[in-house]
Every structure is written in structure tokens, then in C-alpha cells.
């Protein structure tokens, strides 16, 4: 190839592009633009919500929430505590003497609650770098592909645990000798030695996911090194210790010996949180019935840590507070509104507003409900003592159900009803005349002395029937020799007396002789339990029943289950089918099933809704091009025509509703229906 040649074939397939060079930008310094949370908060009321109301809800979500953050993580340090007293105490006091040359090891069952131990593991690295005596090496079985690598990544994160990523890097090319590879244990043997190590606890949080011939090269490694390397082994078992065992050699487990923890279930968790937050004093916000039951739904249908049940919480504190105007009145103390006219006009709107105006003309308060509805300084001061109201009633319903419960637990045998289901039933109104209460009042009839104390002292200050406690101690202590007393309703209270009557046997039933002492016991029990029945009649009332229970009361499920649960097949499905609910378009042209001013998209998607399980391609292009022939005439272009119905098609196949088949070489498969 010759020069000339070889030149011009450089040059082929080059395109220069002329335009005008753009202006030179002139260097600007960045301006500081504070930012205001007030941004994160949009204004309500059409637009008309004043920017301090649109503040205010923003601070005080943030303020309730804080304090409900710092109380769910008191809760979890808590739940946390017993079980990281124990390990800590394992691990301080075992060593590789106690047991017999084997490694100690710590297996710990978390069961659902996988986050627990993430938070154990951390707790007891403080403690054990704080006090000087070691630390805590977590590996994942990510981190573990093969042994070398293994290695290498617990050596470096036992030195980077202490001294950091720098102190890493410095104890490698400072120390003294022939360079070692990253994965020569004889670095972390160099490690232990220059800070007295006494303990270094090797976690493998996700035990039963590792390699099980890669753990057992592992333990047999860390085996030889243990009498210069102090290990100590956390094992992290969802399942069982049994099946954890039974994937592992004998040889194996020979070297290990140790002891067994347990965390308690990520269930109990949740509902003490739940519990907290619907309890605590400075609670001023509520979920209700619908939105309680979607929380412990989600819950119950799979694995879930604490932590996301906080998360979904938080979501609907943020929810309510982020779309509902009327949150602004939670605010303590109660907030002074520079232009209250749209928020009164928005309190004037409520159901609950409705229904208070019209018990107050039934009674005869006309007068009332007319400065109501003209004066906004009266209407927002008469909000805030019914919010406040509200609020106690609030309280006493939960703290009705807490009694309940306790009773349920001294009274039930064989069903257990949780706290969780009874406060859903309570946050209903279903619970207040339900058979669940006449069941427990109809044990705790029949129980005696010894049952009865038991329930008495799990009440202790609780206890809704003031004076019982004091009056069943003295009738106890004054017949403490004559055993448990019974009450008239007991069974082993009543005879069977038999009688003879023309040579015919008859059985009556009839009441014993009762000794004062069990007549004076069964008028304890019949005061206790009207005083129970009373009680909870009282205080087990529907909040939504409570005027503007729509402030301090949320009940909206949608936003939780649709951010938690999303349906996004669902979304699809009626965007293609439906695209005019979410594009603007003239109302004839909404009406029309298939258009060609829909999207090319779903007019084809609704034709493949017409279609059998295998769609001829050229049947489908033509009834395609005849939707935009019937509209657009001789306007109608094949080929533009054509690059929509090929861009439509192959966004079906990227959603997997249609796919290439064998079967014939023209037609498609259809792989999805609608509505599955």
C-alpha cells in the first residue's frame, strides 16, 4: 500500500462538526446559602399555610421523633444487655486452659433478629477496647472466598480495629525483619504481642453461610496458633446449633468447646417498641387501628430487625406530619398562629368537627356551635383542650389495655392473646364489650386465694380497683391456716344431693355451706369484678369517636403499605392500560380505550392484552398501524409507524411480558398476564 493509499484510509468515516465556541464562563465564588429545614416541608392548604405553621410542623416532627428515637434505642440496649453481659463474662474468663487446648467458642442463635447481633458485636468491642484487653474482628462470608484471603482480611481488620487504617499501613513497612505477606499470621502474632492483647474475638456474623471445607482449614489453623494467639470464636446460627454442627466434621467440632446464647426474638422487640411508643408519657402523636395492623402484618410475614420496624414508625410520624396541616396543634406549647384563617377553615372540615357540632345543637349549645364556626381565636382554643383531652383518653385506652393483659395472663390457660393484638382490637372499639373480657372475668370468678394473689401483685400499683389490694391481704393473713379460699362460683362450692321419689332417683344441685371466710372472699371477687368491668367500660372507648382525633391520630395505611409494600407490576399494568390517569389529555380522549394519541407503548401492550398465549408479529404490526391509520388518514406515515411499533416492542420484552418461542419463528410468547 503506497502512501497516497494508506493516507486516505486514514481519513475515512472522519466528520468534523462546526459551531460556535461557547462564551467563557467568568469564575464566580460560591455563594453560601444557609440551609433552611423549612424547605423540607411544603405548604398546605392549596398554598395558603403561613411558612411559621409550615416551620412548626417540621419542628416538631423532629423534636417527637428524637425522643422517640432515643427511647426505641434504650429499648434495644436493653433487650441487648443480658445477653452481652453474658458473652462479655464468657469471654473475659475462658481461655484455651479451661477447655482442654480446644478454642472457645460462643454460639449465639439470633433467629430473625439478625441485626441483634450486629449490635452485640459492637457493644463488646467497646468494652473490650476500652478496657485495654482486646477487640472484636467481624467477618462476613463475603470476606471469606477462599483461606488466603480470609486471612488477610482478619489480620488487617484486627490491626485497623486498634490503630486505624494509617496504623495498618505503618505496621507493615516499619516492622522489623523479612517483609511477610499479607495473610502470614505471624503479623497478627507481631500485632498481639505489641499491644498485650489478652483477648481477640474472632465473629463470624453469618456462620452458616461460609464455606463449611474453608471453615474447617480455618479452625484447624487457628488451633495450632492458640497458644500464641488468643482467639475466642463468635459464631452468628439462624437456624439451630444442631444443623450449624451437622455441616461441620467431627474433627472439626473436636476443636471447639464452649457455650450457648440466645437473643431474643426480633416479635418481642416490636412489640415493645410498639408498646413504647403508644405508651410513653410524651407520646402526642398515634397510630391507629389500620396502620398498627399493617405494621405487625409486614412483621409477621417475614424476617424483620427492629430497626426497619423503627424505620416504617418513623416513616408514619413523618408521613403525618409531612401531608397534614392540622399537625401543626401537637406543637407544646400550644403554638400562637400569626394568620389561623385557613387552618380554622381546615379544622371546620373535619368529620370529627361535624359530628361535635352536631351533639352540641342536639344538647342545646347553639350558641356554641355558632362562635365556633365564627371565632377562630375560641375554635383553636377549644381545639386545644379537646387535642388535650384526646390525649388522656388516648392514654387510658392503652394503659386499659395493659391491664388487660396482665389479666389475661394470670386468668388463660390455653390461648394467649398478645398485647399487639388487643391494642389493634382496642384502637377499633372492638374490644371494649368483647367476649374476650368476659371470658377472662368469668375465670377469675372461679379462681382462688392463690390465683388471685398472683394477679393482685402483677397489678401491684396498676391495679384500676382501689382498696382490693390491701382488703384481700387482710382477708388472707387472717385465715393463713385454713389454705386457698374459695369463692361461691367454684365448682367444688356446690353439691349434688340425690333424693328417692316413687322409686325414681333425682340429682339436684345446690350450693354448700361456705365458711365466712370464703363468703367474705366471694364478695372480694364480685367487687373486683365489677370494679374490672367498670373499668374497662370506662376507658376502652373508639378513638375515632374522639373530636379531632384526626390531629393526634394517624390512621392512614396507603403511604405505609405502598413505601414498604410496593406494587410495582400493578403500576405498570395501569399506566399502560390507563395512561391518561397520569398524562394530561382532553377528557374525549381519555375515554377512548385505544388512541393514537396514547403512547405507542400501551396501545400496543392493550392490543397484547387481546392476544392468546402466542402473538403472530405481523397480525399484531397491522392491527398497531391500524390504529394510527383510522385516526390519521393519509397523514399516516408507515415508517414513523413502524419505529414506534419496534421501540414498543422492545419495551415489553425489557418488562418480560413477551419473548422469542420455537415454537414458530414469527410469533412471540406471551410470559406475563395481567393481574398475576
Not at 200 to 216: G, H, I, N
Amino acid at each position: 500500500m503506497d502512501a497516497e493509499t494508506r493516507d486516505k484510509s486514514q481519513n475515512q468515516g472522519v466528520y468534523i462538526y462546526q459551531g460556535e465556541r461557547p462564551s467563557k464562563r467568568r469564575k464566580v465564588a460560591p455563594t453560601d446559602h444557609p440551609h433552611s429545614d423549612s424547605h423540607c416541608f411544603v405548604p398546605l392548604l392549596n398554598g395558603e399555610e403561613p411558612p411559621d405553621c409550615v416551620q412548626l410542623r417540621y419542628d416538631t416532627y423532629k423534636k417527637l421523633w428524637s425522643e422517640q428515637e432515643r427511647s426505641i434505642q434504650e429499648i434495644l440496649d436493653e433487650v441487648d444487655a443480658g445477653v452481652l453481659t453474658d458473652v462479655l463474662s464468657f469471654v473475659q474468663t475462658t481461655s484455651p486452659e479451661t477447655y482442654n487446648g480446644c478454642i472457645p467458642t460462643a454460639l449465639v442463635t439470633v433467629g430473625s433478629n439478625v441485626s441483634s447481633l450486629t449490635r452485640l458485636l459492637s457493644r463488646l468491642n467497646e468494652q473490650l477496647t476500652s478496657s485495654g484487653n482486646g477487640g472484636v474482628v467481624v467477618l462476613e462470608s463475603g470476606d471469606a472466598p477462599n483461606l488466603k484471603t480470609t486471612l488477610k482480611n482478619i489480620i488487617r481488620a484486627a490491626v485497623t480495629n486498634t490503630e486505624g487504617n494509617d496504623g495498618y499501613q505503618k505496621f507493615l513497612t516499619d516492622r522489623d525483619g523479612p517483609r511477610l505477606l499479607g495473610y502470614d499470621l505471624d503479623l497478627l502474632y507481631d500485632h498481639v504481642q505489641r499491644n498485650g492483647t489478652k483477648k481477640l474475638v474472632l465473629a463470624l456474623r453469618d456462620s452458616e453461610a461460609f464455606d463449611p471445607s474453608l471453615l474447617t482449614d480455618l479452625l484447624s489453623l487457628f488451633s495450632s496458633w492458640l497458644d500464641r494467639i488468643p482467639f475466642t470464636l463468635v459464631f452468628g446460627i439462624s437456624t439451630s446449633v444442631e444443623i450449624f454442627q451437622s455441616r461441620l466434621p467431627r474433627s472439626c467440632v473436636a476443636l471447639l468447646q464452649g457455650k450457648h446464647f440466645e437473643v431474643q426474638e426480633a416479635g418481642n422487640c416490636a412489640d415493645k417498641i410498639y408498646e413504647m411508643l403508644q405508651l410513653r408519657e410524651g407520646s402526642r402523636l398515634r397510630l391507629g387501628r389500620n396502620i398498627s395492623a399493617t405494621l405487625f402484618e409486614k412483621s409477621s410475614d417475614y424476617f424483620q430487625s427492629p430497626e426497619a420496624f423503627s424505620h416504617m414508625l418513623k416513616y408514619a410520624y413523618m408521613s403525618h406530619f409531612f401531608a397534614n396541616p392540622l399537625s401543626v396543634l401537637l406543637a407544646a406549647p400550644a403554638p400562637t398562629i400569626s394568620s389561623p384563617g385557613p387552618l380554622c377553615q381546615a379544622i371546620r372540615n373535619l368529620p370529627s368537627f361535624r359530628v361535635l357540632c352536631e351533639d352540641l345543637a342536639e344538647n342545646g349549645s347553639a350558641q356554641q356551635v355558632r362562635r365556633l364556626l365564627e371565632d377562630d381565636d375560641h375554635l383553636l382554643q377549644q381545639a386545644t383542650q379537646h387535642i388535650n383531652h384526646g390525649q388522656e383518653t388516648m392514654k387510658g385506652i392503652f394503659q386499659a389495655v395493659s391491664i388487660l393483659h396482665t389479666c389475661l395472663q394470670c386468668t388463660q390457660t390455653m390461648k394467649k392473646n398478645s398485647r399487639s393484638d388487643l391494642s389493634i382490637r382496642a384502637l377499633s372499639g372492638e374490644l371494649s364489650e368483647s367476649q374476650t373480657i368476659e371470658d377472662m372475668l368469668a375465670t377469675l370468678k372461679i379462681s382462688d386465694s392463690e390465683k388471685l394473689r398472683t394477679l393482685i401483685e402483677r397489678l401491684a400499683d396498676d391495679n384500676p380497683v382501689p382498696g382490693i389490694s390491701e382488703d384481700f391481704q387482710n382477708l388472707v393473713q387472717s385465715n393463713a391456716e385454713a389454705g386457698p379460699l374459695q369463692s361461691a362460683y367454684n365448682v367444688n362450692s356446690s353439691v349434688v344431693k340425690t333424693t328417692v321419689e316413687q322409686q325414681r332417683v333425682h340429682l339436684s344441685k345446690g350450693q354448700a355451706q361456705l365458711s365466712a371466710q370464703d363468703l367474705e372472699y366471694t364478695q372480694l371477687i364480685n367487687e373486683l369484678i365489677d370494679g374490672l368491668r367498670g373499668y374497662f367500660t370506662a376507658n376502652l372507648n373508639n378513638p375515632q369517636d374522639l373530636p379531632l382525633h384526626e390531629v393526634f391520630l394517624f390512621d392512614l395505611r396507603n403511604p405505609l403499605k405502598e413505601t414498604f409494600a410496593p406494587r410495582p407490576r400493578f403500576a405498570i399494568e395501569r399506566a399502560l392500560t390507563s395512561p391518561f390517569d397520569y398524562l394530561i389529555s382532553s377528557s374525549d380522549v381519555s375515554e377512548t380505550r385505544i388512541s393514537a394519541k396514547q403512547p405507542a407503548t400501551a396501545i400496543l401492550y392493550q392490543l397484547y392484552l387481546e392476544s392468546g398465549a402466542l402473538i403472530n408479529v405481523h397480525d399484531l404490526w397491522q392491527a398497531f398501524r391500524a390504529v394510527f391509520e383510522s385516526e390519521q388518514g393519509d397523514r399516516c406515515d408507515d415508517r414513523v409507524v413502524m419505529a414506534l411499533f419496534y421501540s414498543a416492542m422492545s419495551e415489553l420484552k425489557t418488562f418480560g411480558m413477551v419473548k422469542n418461542t420455537r415454537k414458530k419463528a414469527d410469533h412471540l410468547a406471551k410470559s406475563a398476564w395481567m393481574g398475576l
